[in-house]
């Protein structure tokens, strides 16, 4: 399968010497859903504007559909949809006009989705302009904008921040509909582990400048797990820093919690055959905990001084 | 129907699905022949990827439990698979420690949790006490 966007390498600094992005590698096929996640600060939404060909990279090379969308920019956003937090979209505009706007843009436009949407959306008096909608009825208005051309790639970068949990669980829906109808591919960036939970496919991490986890949802949630070791029992990080699988060691109070990759009864293994240690408590979680664990600081009991 | 999927449950959201699927079977909620929710349906009353849906409809069907009549849907299967015997050993297990751990927690002893599960047997195979155990007492 022929990837229709892919990432090779990519570096960019904002100032000299401190790199957001700092060799970041991987691609995604057609129809396939990807979820970015990472820290605030971590690149994922100058990674997405790099796709979009609104920043280039200092160096690496992206392609989208095997174009660059620096390059050719127009025959790239032809075939994409874009949903970002930050869009802003022009406050005096209706949104009849924004939608004629895009209408007249996109060749590919389907009339008929328009109008299922704007029934879904409660739109349908559509005179309104854009600065007296809400701010989910106006994100709405933007996935109009984005999806009704039936791009083949949709970004979204974190759509749904801001957002009520109602309102988003409603963007959630459309977005789910969208995937059942079209089966376009969706690039997404979230801080919501649920609605990536929900959205599955795939998930990049990205940490430090570069991909820190890339794997499908599924096998991250049954292929990883946590362990919590004292810190009486291993004085040292580093040691368990050492043993196969073993992904992250952090400093929560009196324990060390180490992310493995690997189902608790292997890592429980690994453990009583390398350290000699015996039931350790070893556990399954959610993504949201193992978000944490990957990427979250130490917490030491008490201040150190 | 009736599913409910929690994203942030320790268990995968295919995980879920089957589990509940399979529960609904044991139960007799649902029977051989019953037509399950079609994937987009399911997926767009979960709110979840339709490829997970498919996944766990796959894996239920690869463990005997459904079967995709081509054209017409998914069903449960005529004759269903016998349960894992191992499993179900270790689930057990599972449980008893879970009512082990609430009942020391509570403040009881082994024999009262052991005269419990004597009384709960009793109540399962005899049909609860007659009322004039109780009086008499």
């Known amino acids: ?32 859903v990807l979820g970015l996640l990472g820290r605030n600060g971590s690149g994922k939404t100058t990674l997405i504007r790099i796709a979009m060909g609104m920043l280039f990279p200092q160096a690496g090379t992206v392609r989208v559909f095997g174009l660059s969308p620096g390059g050719e920019p127009v025959a790239v956003k032809k075939r994409i949809g874009y949903v970002s937090e930050e869009q802003v979209l022009p406050a005096g505009a209706s949104i009849a006009e924004m939608l004629a706007f895009h209408r007249y843009l996109f060749p590919t436009w389907d009339s008929a989705l328009e109008r299922q949407l704007m029934d879904r959306f409660g739109l349908s008096g559509n005179s309104q302009r854009i600065h007296q909608l809400s701010k989910g009825q106006a994100r709405q208005v933007a996935l109009m904008c984005a999806v009704c051309h039936r791009p083949e790639l949709l970004i979204l970068d974190e759509p749904a921040g ?21 089966g376009s591919a969706i690039l997404f960036s979230s801080h919501h582990m649920g609605d990536v939970e929900r959205l599955g496919g795939r998930v990049v991490l990205l940490d430090e400048g570069k991909v820190r986890l890339d794997r499908q949802l599924d096998q991250i949630r049954e292929e990883h797990c946590v362990a919590m070791i004292p810190r009486s029992a291993v004085p040292d990080g580093a040691t368990l820093e050492r043993l196969s699988g073993c992904l992250r060691v952090r400093e929560v109070f009196d324990d060390w919690h180490v992310v493995f990759q690997g189902t608790p009864d292997a890592v429980r293994r690994e453990l009583r055959g390398s350290l000699g240690m015996n039931e350790v408590r070893c556990v399954s979680v959610p993504l949201e905990e193992l978000f944490v664990e990957l990427v979250g600081g130490e917490r030491m009991a008490g201040v150190k001084s | 129907m009736q599913l409910l999927i929690n994203p942030s449950d320790e268990l995968p959201i295919y995980r879920q699905i089957m589990r509940q699927v399979t529960e609904a079977i044991a139960g007799g909620r649902l029977k051989s022949g019953d037509k399950l929710t079609s994937h987009r349906e399911l997926s767009e009353q979960l709110v979840i990827a339709p490829l997970t849906v498919k996944k766990a409809y796959d894996e239920l069907e690869a463990l005997g439990y459904i079967e995709t009549q081509r054209g017409r849907g ?61 009086a008499s007492k």
Do not use: W
Not at chain 2, 75 to 96: G, H, N, T, W
Not at chain 2, 97 to 108: D, F, H, N, T, V
């Open chain 2, 74 to 134: 998914t069903f449960v299967c005529a004759s269903l698979p016998q349960p894992d015997r191992k499993k179900q050993a270790e689930q057990i297990q599972a449980s008893a420690r879970r009512l082990l751990s609430e009942a020391y927690l509570a403040g009881l002893g082994f024999q009262e949790v052991v005269k419990a599960l004597t009384e709960a047997d009793r109540a399962l195979t005899v049909g609860p006490a007659v009322p004039e155990e109780k």
């Open chain 1, 1 to 32: 399968m022929n990837p229709i966007l892919e990432f090779h390498n990519i570096e960019r600094a904002f100032r000299k010497g401190v790199p957001v992005l700092n060799g970041v590698t991987f691609s995604m096929g057609e129809g396939e």
């Open chain 1, 162 to 182: 801001g957002l009520d949990p109602a309102a988003r669980r409603e963007f959630l829906e459309t977005s789910i509909q969208l995937l059942n109808r079209e």
